[in-house]
Structures are given as structure tokens and as C-alpha cells.
């Protein structure tokens, strides 16, 4: 047995359906009708798509002198070149006896790093900075700050994030390991807490901080490279409250929900305290893509139905409706603002 499919990889993986041990150690390609069921290339489509339309507006917006968007973007690409790989393959990095083995993607058509590294996923991380940072940026909370405008993209990030988080399991886009203790419990529903704090709100409002922070004239690409860098800190600063109760996963669970229902709070009050002003443009990415995504999710949500393991529906449904009011916020401001390409 290699030392990058370990037992509780070979149990995981072969919950998903395949054989961790029969895998391409660079690239893997396979036709998208092939896949474990239909929503997963929908998924490929939706995210991949997305991060293109993303990009394509980033150059946009650069050429029209603002390069935030553009370095968010290629930012988000050097986050997942660090943070990544630890997670797939702690056992690199001397982590397997810390951390342990995580979870599994499944077989997406398009598969890096020994199948543990779908296309999709190297997208949506470019995808998802863009959506959350276009509509706060759209609302006009960045003209109050870059860290009130981070705060308004934890939440954003967060209602957005946990629709697609939830539903992942039940639909075997991603199967987490249950004998993680360490990392993946507590956790709500089947959904670990760490991972809807953490990854969900904490790593991209650090990233689109930093990056409004350091974009600017002059040198771009070291700037891009020193957001990318220093986002997975901020994690890590935000994960030492509940570490601190490492051996009580109640502690830990109450630690967590107290930090998330801050990022509710927060988020919900620099928003809804922030002018709606018309001058604010409002670009075609922010005014179609996370409708498309909210509505991609919502299919595979009901399509999900019955299935288990299942994330928390409850939370699923708060999150659709938070985004959903997020979406009438910036439709409200569209309605005033100038519509840029």
C-alpha cells in the first residue's frame, strides 16, 4: 500500500467508488458522462465557467485602471498552491500524525495530483473571491475600508460558500474522513466546523484584505504573491480559540458557533449600514453569475433530497436566504447604479 492512499484514504475513497491505489500521479482525464451522477459536470461547468467569466472582467477592470480584481484572482491560485497540497497529502509535509488523513474529492473530468485535485476546484477558489469581492464591492462597502469591506465578504463568502459546502457530501462531489477527530470534528450536520469557519469566511476575507491593501501601482505580481502567501496565517489566528479546547469537541463546537454567528453579525451590520449609493458600478459578472450559482445550487440541492449523508438543510436554507437578501441589496443599487460590462 503507498504512503499516499493509507487506510483511511482506501476506506474513503472506495465510499466514493473508486480504488485510491488506481490513479494518474500528474493528470487524469475522462469523459464527463462517466462520472459518479450528472450534477458533477453541471458543477464543472458552473465553477469553471464562472472563474473564465471572472477573469475575462478582471482584465476589464484592470485595463480600466483598478488591478484589485486581477490580483484577487491570480491571489486566490497562489492560496491554493499553499494550502492544498498539505491537506491532500499531509504525509509530505509530516503532518499525517498531527492532522491525519482529511478527505477525498471524487473523480471529476479532470483530475490533478494523484486524482486528489479536481480542475473544478483550482477554479473555484478565483471564482469565489470574485463573486463575494464584486458584490461587496458593488454595495459600495469598500468605499468605507478595506477591513469593513473584508468583514462584508466573510459573510458574503459564508452564505454563499456553505449552500455548495452542505450539499457536497450527500451528491459524492467530496467525502470527508468521520475518524479525523482532530480536524473534522466538531462538526455540523456532516460538514466539519472548522472548514465552514476557516475556509468559508476566515482565508477569503483575509485574502481580499490584503489584497485591497497591496494592489496598487507599481509591482503587481509580488503582491499577488505575498497575499497568497500570508492568507493561510489568518486561518490559523482564527482557528486558536477553539484549539484551545482541542480535547473538548463541545467546548470547540460552542467556540466555533460563537465565532460564526460574529461573522452573521458583523457582516450583516456593515451591510446594512452601508449608503446605497448610485454612482456605484455595477458589473455584468455581479449582476448574473451568483444568481446563476445560487440557482445551480438550489437544483442540486433538490436533487439531493433524501440522500445521506446530508448536511444541515436548516443552515443550507438560512444561507440560501441571507444570500438571497444580499442579492436584493445589490439588486436594489443596480437599480440607481451605472451597468458596466
Not at 34 to 57: C, K, Q, R, S, Y
Not at 110 to 115: A, S
Not at 124 to 140: K, P
Not at 143 to 159: S, Y
Request: proline fraction near 7%; aromatic fraction near 12%.
Amino acid at each position: 500500500m503507498s504512503a499516499d492512499c493509507g487506510p483511511a484514504a482506501d476506506a474513503v475513497t472506495r465510499g466514493l467508488g473508486f480504488d485510491c491505489h488506481d490513479v494518474s500521479p500528474v493528470i487524469s482525464v475522462r469523459p464527463p458522462w462517466d462520472l459518479a451522477n450528472w450534477t458533477m459536470p453541471l458543477l464543472e461547468v458552473l465553477v469553471i465557467g464562472g472563474a473564465v467569466f471572472a477573469l475575462v472582467h478582471a482584465i476589464r477592470r484592470y485595463r480600466a485602471g483598478d488591478p484589485v480584481n486581477l490580483a484577487l484572482w491570480f491571489a486566490s491560485l497562489v492560496y491554493l498552491l499553499v494550502i492544498e497540497p498539505p491537506l491532500y497529502f499531509p504525509e509530505w509535509f509530516g503532518l499525517d500524525r498531527i492532522y491525519g488523513f482529511i478527505f477525498a474529492h471524487n473523480r471529476f473530468t479532470v483530475q490533478f495530483m494523484g486524482d486528489r485535485l479536481p480542475l473544478y476546484i483550482v477554479a473555484f477558489y478565483s471564482m469565489f473571491t470574485q463573486l463575494a469581492y464584486e458584490i461587496v464591492r458593488s454595495l459600495g462597502v469598500f468605499r468605507r475600508g478595506a477591513l469593513l469591506g473584508a468583514v462584508a465578504v466573510a459573510l458574503v463568502c459564508q452564505v454563499f460558500y456553505e449552500v455548495f459546502d452542505q450539499i457536497g457530501p450527500p451528491l459524492r462531489w467530496w467525502a470527508w474522513n468521520p475518524d479525523n477527530v482532530v480536524v473534522n470534528h466538531p462538526a455540523l450536520a456532516s460538514v466539519p466546523m472548522t472548514s465552514m469557519l476557516l475556509f468559508a469566511s476566515v482565508s477569503m476575507a483575509a485574502m481580499t484584505y490584503l489584497v485591497v491593501r497591496l494592489a496598487g501601482n507599481g509591482w503587481l505580481v509580488p503582491r499577488i504573491l505575498l497575499a497568497g502567501v500570508l492568507t493561510p496565517l489568518a486561518m490559523v489566528i482564527a482557528g486558536i480559540p477553539s484549539s484551545v479546547f482541542r480535547d473538548n469537541t463541545t467546548a470547540q463546537a460552542w467556540v466555533l458557533g460563537i465565532e460564526l454567528a460574529l461573522v452573521w453579525l458583523a457582516g450583516g451590520w456593515v451591510i446594512a449600514s452601508t449608503p446605497r449609493t448610485s454612482d456605484e458600478p455595477v458589473s455584468a459578472f455581479a449582476r448574473y453569475y451568483p444568481a446563476v450559482y445560487l440557482g445551480v445550487m438550489a437544483v442540486c440541492w433538490l436533487s439531493a433530497l433524501g440522500m445521506a449523508p446530508v448536511g444541515s438543510g436548516l443552515y443550507a436554507l438560512a444561507c440560501f436566504l441571507g444570500a438571497g437578501l444580499v442579492l436584493a441589496a445589490l439588486y436594489r443599487v443596480r437599480s440607481r447604479a451605472p451597468a458596466t460590462a
